[in-house]
């Protein structure tokens, strides 16, 4: 028999040819939706965070599709919750965002993806991001490499601050830290060659893994946002911690990311402004 290459569907974790098949049935349904938004039934769960029944169908769709085949699996998903398998407590969770730029969604702004990721304890092992409006699959599997669209993928060799694009995420919820965001905001348009705030966490993190961004920085993240595409960038060649350094930040919600030059200096540049009411 013919050995495919590694990139190939047929090498592709169970699990994530599992969460490929929901990540497009998802779309499916986002994408229906999309056609005409004026009809879109609006929720607003607190100030500038909102919710659609296109995002409570989706996830719906999501977790049928994972339940049935892992149903002893717990889920932890954006819309639901968290929710035990069939069998109670297990070391393996899923954790989904149907629908990550709900708000970009609602304005007709084709930037939002749908991110589904597999943990183990702590560690994040499978991760799944679909772009449905550029038909982009983002996966990686833990030491397998990361991949778009069955094409290996690494971050990019760039390796000073002052010629790198730096993807973002400003607050829109709670704005206890905007000043911190404001003055490294200033100093990083002044050291890097651009910053960007496309509005949806889990591309802009797979971008970074893609080579199309650089670095990237946000906080008071929900794990949903980034624990695929936290995995997509470390299995590209990048680094991921949260602002000391450390890789908790599943737990803070801090982040920041890059290709191993970039992040370093990135982080240097964001500790400095830490005291502001941040949590490391």
Same mark, same amino acid.
């Given at each position: ?5 590694? *990139? @190939?569907?047929?090498?592709? =974790? ?6 490929? !098949? ?10 229906? &939706?999309?056609? $005409?938004? %004026?009809?879109?039934?609006? +929720?607003?769960? +607190? ?6 029944? #296109? ?11 994972? +339940?049935?085949?892992?149903? $002893? ?6 819309? @639901? ?25 609602? =304005? ?10 597999? &943990?183990?304890? %702590?560690?994040?092992?499978? /991760? ?16 397998? *490499? ?15 601050? +002052? ?10 919820? #709670?704005?206890? =830290?905007?000043?911190?965001?404001? /003055? ?19 591309? $802009?993190?797979?971008?970074?893994? /893609? ?28 680094? #991921?911690?949260?602002?000391? *350094? ?7 919600? %801090?982040?920041?990311? *890059?290709?191993? !030059? ?17 949590? &490391?």
């Amino acid at each position: 028999m013919a050995t495919l290459p590694r *990139g @190939s569907l047929n090498y592709m =974790h169970p699990t994530i040819n599992i969460a490929t !098949k929901a990540a497009r049935r998802a779309s499916q349904i986002i994408n229906r &939706a999309s056609l $005409d938004l %004026n009809l879109i039934q609006v +929720q607003s769960k +607190q100030p500038n965070d909102f919710v659609t029944e #296109v995002d409570k169908a989706a996830e719906a769709a999501i977790i049928e599709i994972l +339940q049935e085949a892992y149903p $002893d699996y717990g889920i932890l998903a954006e819309e @639901s919750g968290q929710t035990p398998g069939q069998g109670g407590e297990s070391e393996y969770q899923w954790i989904i965002d149907p629908l990550d730029g709900t708000t970009n969604f609602i =304005h007709g702004f084709p930037q939002y993806a749908i991110s589904i990721a597999l &943990a183990k304890g %702590n560690q994040v092992e499978q /991760a799944v991001v679909f772009d449905p409006n550029r038909n982009e699959l983002f996966t990686a599997s833990k030491g397998g *490499g990361a991949f778009l669209n069955e094409r290996r993928i690494r971050v990019s060799k760039r390796l000073k601050l +002052q010629e790198a694009l730096i993807g973002t995420g400003f607050p829109y919820r #709670v704005f206890d =830290h905007e000043d911190a965001y404001l /003055a490294i905001f200033k100093e990083l348009t002044q050291k890097t060659a651009g910053l960007r705030r496309p509005g949806a966490a889990a591309l $802009d993190l797979a971008y970074v893994a /893609a080579g199309r961004l650089d670095g990237f920085w946000e906080f008071g993240l929900a794990p949903w946002d980034m624990a695929a595409g936290t995995l997509l960038i470390s299995e590209a060649g990048g680094l #991921v911690s949260d602002l000391s *350094g450390e890789a908790n930040y599943l737990n803070t919600g %801090n982040l920041v990311a *890059g290709t191993p !030059k970039i992040f370093t200096s990135l982080l240097q540049t964001i500790q400095p402004h830490r005291t502001l009411r941040l949590q &490391a």
